[in-house]
């Protein structure tokens, strides 16, 4: 959002190279910290004879989640292409409500611990 609100270049209406960069960073160091985990959860949780089906689902979410977030982008460009407009509206809503997601999974995980019958 601050790249979009401070740091566009009125002319060429382009943001500098090093915070697209610094995001694919950002990005690959959190799915590089995230995955390990989720598939050793996967392996812990999952009944023995259903382990590879349960990775399956993590890999499968992983490709949902990269096709839902081209449709967002997508209606966010909109028909006549991504505007600076556009896109800071657009990213803004998404950063809260996935803000609001993040702080719904954050309150509901003791139940989540619950279910998971003290498995660390």
């Known amino acids: 959002m ?10 060429t ?3 500098p190279f090093w ?3 610094m995001v694919y ?10 995955s390990p985990i989720g598939l050793s959860m ?3 949780l999952a009944p023995v004879r259903l382990v590879g089906f349960g990775m399956g ?3 499968l979410s992983t490709a949902i989640g ?13 028909e006549g292409g991504m505007s600076v407009e556009s896109a800071l509206s657009g990213y803004t809503f998404g950063f809260w409500v996935l803000l609001g997601s993040g702080v719904f999974l954050f ?3 003791p139940l989540i611990q619950k279910l998971m019958h003290g498995v660390k």
């Open 57 to 59: 689902g993590w890999f």
């Open 107 to 109: 309150l509901i995980a």
């Open 2 to 11: 601050i790249a979009l609100s401070s740091m566009v270049d009125p002319q």
């Open 66 to 78: 990269n096709n839902l977030s081209g449709i967002f982008a997508s209606h966010v460009s909109g």
């Open 25 to 34: 960073v950002i990005q690959s160091i959190g799915e590089l910290c995230l």
């Open 13 to 15: 209406l382009k943001i």
């Open 19 to 21: 915070t697209l960069f």
């Open 42 to 44: 996967v392996t812990k």
